[in-house]
């Protein structure tokens, strides 16, 4: 098993993040975005879609968009469990998981994709080109905004994302806040007193660092 | 169990097809949306979010999101499987049925929700207001074309979305269709054969009728 990877990708980290926290080590092969590596031809033999990250098996089953790597990964090495322990925790941390991503997650990736001026035709990851939008960036930099003020209320209930354990969502939210911060200069601001308190909190642990 | 959800939306009847799949029946308690009821504080007090479907368990558990929904009723009625039935393929459905996801659903949906009158200022479901960008209606038109041919590539090859067998991912992709065909004009074209007659074989399920 084996992960095809980015250090400059924000959606390699989610699974870099995973693995650490399971304890698991696998080889990562490097894939160089900015010399464009994922549109190769050997690369997207690998994966058609062009992206990163990959999990590919012994058997050379490819395993490609990081939920889905997450699960297997999760199945594979259940201890401790990121997805949650129960039906009804596992239902929640899923739902969870993919507000983080669809509210916070995909706004970032969008504010950032519509303006970066190298990514002019490549506004959407994937196979095909297409042209920014200049006024999705403040629409997405609202969204981001308002993730913030939406996680910040949900925070002061619970201390972690899902509830009251650490799980995969938190990995998502953590990279979410990192990506703003860094990519689209949105760090948490002091009007998020829980939302920073978990930031805090999260961002302590160990695997973070991957 | 009671599921909160409306016959008028593409979301609610991924999860009536499901529970069709499944042979499960439960109350479906409607939700008017050209009501405006997902706004009322009634349902706001059931999902913040203002989204359907809801799932809501027995002890008032609260399930949003279609795919946590569709996870949770899997784990409950693990017969017949539609996530997949040993991990490779579980793997296989869940990075499947995100791309049908991420690239078919989400499409129409930004197509019809940027272009619809009565849609103005929610251009995005969910708690916030947000207005249209008519450029988005173009762009996401052509996603769903790109998402058509794709998918038609795929299918030359297997006769289901994740392979040999019909999953979720079916489900996803025929209300997907379905949708872009009566709410956005967009049908399959004959340049698409393979997916042609997918559709024509899944369309063909008792369940679609949910």
Redesign the interface.
């Known amino acids: 098993m084996k992960l095809y990877q980015s250090n400059a990708s924000p959606n390699s980290r989610r699974v870099r993040i995973f693995l650490a926290e399971k304890g698991i080590s696998m080889p990562l092969v490097p894939v160089d975005l900015g010399a464009k590596e994922q549109f190769s031809e050997a690369y997207t033999k690998i994966n058609p879609?062009r992206v990163v990250p990959t999990l590919v098996?012994e058997d050379c089953?490819v395993?490609?968009?990081v939920?889905?790597?997450q699960?297997?990964l999760e199945?594979?090495y259940p201890e401790p469990p990121l997805f949650g322990a129960t039906?009804?925790t596992?239902?929640?941390v899923?739902?969870w998981d993919?507000?983080v991503e669809m509210?916070g997650f995909a706004s970032v990736m969008e504010a950032v994709r519509n303006a970066v001026p190298r990514l002019k035709s490549r506004a959407?990851a994937?196979?095909?080109d297409?042209?920014q939008?200049p006024?999705?960036v403040e629409?997405s930099r609202?969204?981001v905004e308002?993730f913030y003020a939406?996680f910040n209320a949900r925070l002061a209930d619970v201390p972690f994302i899902a509830g009251d354990e650490f799980s995969v969502a938190d990995i998502t939210g953590l990279v979410t806040v990192d990506f703003a911060t860094k990519g689209a200069d949105l760090p948490i601001g002091d009007e998020h007193p829980a939302l920073k308190r978990w930031y805090g909190s999260v961002s302590a642990r160990a695997s973070m660092a991957a």
Chains 1, 2 share one sequence.
């Open positions: 879609r098996l089953t395993i490609g968009e939920p889905a790597i699960r297997y199945e594979i039906p009804k596992r239902a929640q899923a739902m993919r507000r509210e959407i994937g196979p095909h297409y042209e939008i006024a999705l629409r609202k969204r308002n939406d």
